[in-house]
């Protein structure tokens, strides 16, 4: 993929869109060479699909509930995305466990970012359960999403230290700062070519990644 030409983006969204706004924001300054083609929530109303009105993005809603099934959700999710062409579909808060019809569909072209430090805590209530099991770092993923739940090849990761007396907010908005720095930085790799899915293995700049890349001593 050319770097002259942008990256046409969607993303998923159910919520309040933070992960969104930095995006949103790196795009709309020129640091990211992405062309964000549409914002999706499964959600009607919730604070992100503002956050994408007043940036002149599309702001597009598509309500699970009105769908008999996951898979009948899915399918109109599909239709609806693929008609905006996207290079890249980057889960951002989009609070859905989704089928292998829907990953299969976008391998090695679909994001997602974790509030974990992938393996490790998979699924919900991530801060609760690392300051309960005695950690003493925790942090956010980056990974391309598979059908197996938060269990894609990860791409980089953000590590925070767990401080004494920090409770799940405290730890979540330190977790969460990072989110920020992390997702578009992972999206401009990919706009510029230099990180790609083959097989089970993350490819980056012409090689296949033992681990995960950090933020702060991954290339820039």
């Known amino acids: ?37 549409a914002v999706i929530s499964n959600r009607p109303g919730v604070q992100g699909l503002e956050r994408a009105r007043q940036s002149g993005v599309l702001a597009l809603e598509l309500d699970h509930k009105n769908f008999a099934d996951r898979p009948a959700f899915e399918a109109a999710l599909i239709e609806l995305i693929d008609r905006y062409q996207p290079d890249l579909v980057a889960l951002a808060g989009f609070m859905r466990v989704l089928t292998p019809g829907f990953t299969d569909h976008y391998r ?6 974790h509030p974990s430090l992938l393996p490790k805590f998979r699924g919900l209530h991530t801060h609760e359960r690392a300051i309960a099991a005695g950690e ?5 993923s980056i990974h391309f999403v598979t059908a197996e739940l938060d269990g894609g090849p990860v791409i980089v990761q953000a590590k925070v230290p767990v401080l004494p007396g920090d409770d799940p907010d405290t730890l979540a908005a330190r977790v969460l700062e990072q989110e920020h720095r992390l997702y578009p930085l992972a999206i401009r ?16 700049d012409g090689e296949a990644l033992a681990e995960p890349l950090q933020l702060g001593s991954c290339p820039s």
């Open 1 to 37: 993929m050319s770097v002259l030409q942008k990256t046409r983006l969607v993303v998923l969204i159910s919520g309040r869109g933070s992960n969104l706004q930095a995006i949103l924001d790196q795009a709309a300054s020129g640091e990211l060479p992405v062309e964000v083609a």
């Open 108 to 113: 090695g072209r679909l994001f997602n970012i």
């Open 136 to 140: 003493t770092e925790h942090g956010a």
């Open 189 to 204: 790799w990919f706009a510029e070519g230099r990180l790609r899915l083959e097989g089970d293995r993350v490819w980056f």
